[in-house]
């Protein structure tokens, strides 16, 4: 299975909303501390959207309301798998990806049969505290060689500058998110990265 090399990160279908009608074909919605209600409308929103656009949307964490609202991704970090019906998730036919920081996860994610695999942060990140430093390029050299034909999703720390770097170290994706959010043109920034990545 081969994955757009260009995985843009959105807390809101709003979000969303901007970015697809640029052309990016795969997208993940990550929305933490939110009620059940707004979660299940901007995750029914963004499916609607999605489908509408042909574009891929993976739903981070939220894995009861992406089986109940017929999503076809998810995405769980390692926290999020203890909590998880991973026999549920598979049943409702929903594809997986799994974040990884060490040999220990890579080896749980991998009993897992994942559709995809994220190594990070590749680069310091400034979304969320994490008790990982930066793994590097040579870390996603080492993942892609340990993982074969699983897609290796890029995280953490990712630029316009650095996506070139992740790709030839072995990443098949790479994942951005505050590159786009906290820059003060980010429908320039996202065309940026859809020519990085074409």
């Not at 970090?77 to 040999?103: K, M, Y």
């Not at 993942?143 to 770097?165: E, F, H, N």
Request: hydrophobic share 45%.
């Amino acid at each position: 299975m081969k994955l757009p090399r260009f995985y843009p990160v959105f807390d809101s279908v709003d979000w969303i909303a901007r970015a697809v009608p640029l052309g990016v074909r795969l997208v993940q919605l990550r929305m933490k501390d939110h009620t059940d209600d707004v979660l299940r409308r901007e995750i029914t929103e963004a499916l609607a959207l999605c489908r509408r656009r042909g574009v891929t949307l993976v739903v981070n964490d939220h894995w009861q309301l992406s089986i109940e609202l017929g999503a076809d991704w998810l995405h769980l970090g390692q926290e999020d798998l203890e909590a998880a019906d991973l026999l549920a998730i598979r049943r409702a036919g929903l594809r997986l990806g799994v974040s990884t920081h060490d040999h220990a996860e890579l080896d749980r994610a991998l009993t897992l049969s994942p559709d995809y695999i994220a190594l990070g942060p590749v680069y310091p990140t400034i979304l969320k505290k994490m008790k990982w430093t930066e793994q590097g390029l040579d870390r996603l050299t080492e993942w892609k060689g340990l993982i074969g034909d699983i897609p290796l999703c890029a995280i953490g720390g990712m630029s316009v500058g650095r996506a070139a770097g992740a790709f030839a170290a072995g990443a098949d994706t790479v994942a951005a998110v505050t590159d786009i959010t906290l820059n003060a043109d980010p429908e320039r920034r996202i065309r940026a990265w859809l020519e990085v990545t074409a």
